[in-house]
C-alpha cells in the first residue's frame, strides 16, 4: 500500500484560488508514483479541483457530508453529489466539526454508515484535547469515539481510513512527536483484528514529515495549514525515507 498524503484546505481558497494552487500542485508534484494524494477542498471548490485532477493521480476528497442522501436539510450537502463531482473520499468527524459546530458521535456515527454504503472512503478523524491528554485520559477518549463512531460497522473497519488527529496538535505548530504519535496508533489498532490504515494529523510541516513517516505506525498524514503552500505540500508528498 502506498503511504496517503492528504490536504484539508478547511475553509480556505475560493473556486479560482482553488485552480491556481491545485495548477501549481499538479506542476510540482502530479508526477508522483508511489503516494496516494488526496485533496480535500471546501464544497464550492470541488467541481473546479475535481476537472483540473481529472486526468492526474490525484484524488479527490469532501471535508464532511450529510447522513441522508437528499431531503430537507438547508445548507446540508449529500454525499452522493460529491460522488457525482468525483469524490471518492470523505473526511468525517473532523475535530473542528466536533468542537466547533457541535457534531456528536452519533451523527458521525451514521456519516460513516451512509459512506459505506453509497461507497465513499471516510478519512474519520479522532482525537484528545490537551486536557484530556493532561488528564491522563487519551486511551478512554479514543475508545469511546471509536466505539461510538463505529457502532454496527465494526466488521467494515478496514474500509474506512482513521485519522489520528490530537486536537491540541491541531494548527498550533505543536506535533505530537513520533513517538506520541505512534503510540497511540498502536493502541488504535489493537482494537480490532482487521487490519486497519491509520494517518497522523496535526502541525505536519515539511520539517517534521520524514520522522512521522519514518514510524511504522504512521501510514500517511492528514495535513491542514501546509496543504496550501504548494511547495511545503510537494515536500510533504515526496519526503524522505530515513
Ligand atoms: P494543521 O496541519 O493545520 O495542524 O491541521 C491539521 C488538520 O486538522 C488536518 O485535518
Known sequence: MNPIIAGNWKMNKDPSESRVLIQRLLELAGDVRDRDVIICPPFTSLAAVSELIKNSRFKLGAQNMHWERNGAFTGEISGLFLKSL???????????????????????????????????????????????????????????????????IESEVHKIIFAYEP????????????RQA?????????????????LYGGSVNAGNIDSLMAEKEIEGVLVGGASLKPEEFTRIIKFQQM
Open 182 to 198: 505512534s503510540e497511540v496508533h498502536k493502541f488504535i489498532r489493537k482494537q480490532f483484528s482487521k487490519k486497519i490504515t491509520i
Open 86 to 152: 468525483g469524490c471518492e473520499y470523505v473526511i468525517i468527524g473532523h475535530s473542528e466539526r466536533r468542537h466547533i459546530m457541535g457534531e456528536t458521535d452519533e451523527m458521525i456515527n451514521k456519516k460513516l454508515k451512509t459512506a459505506l454504503e453509497i461507497g465513499l472512503i471516510s478519512i474519520f478523524c479522532i482525537g484528545e484535547t490537551e486536557k484530556e491528554r493532561e488528564e491522563g485520559r487519551t486511551e478512554e477518549v479514543i475508545l469511546n469515539q471509536l466505539k461510538k463512531g463505529l457502532r454496527d
Open 167 to 178: 486536537v491540541w496538535a491541531i494548527g498550533t505548530g505543536k506535533t505530537a512527536t513520533p
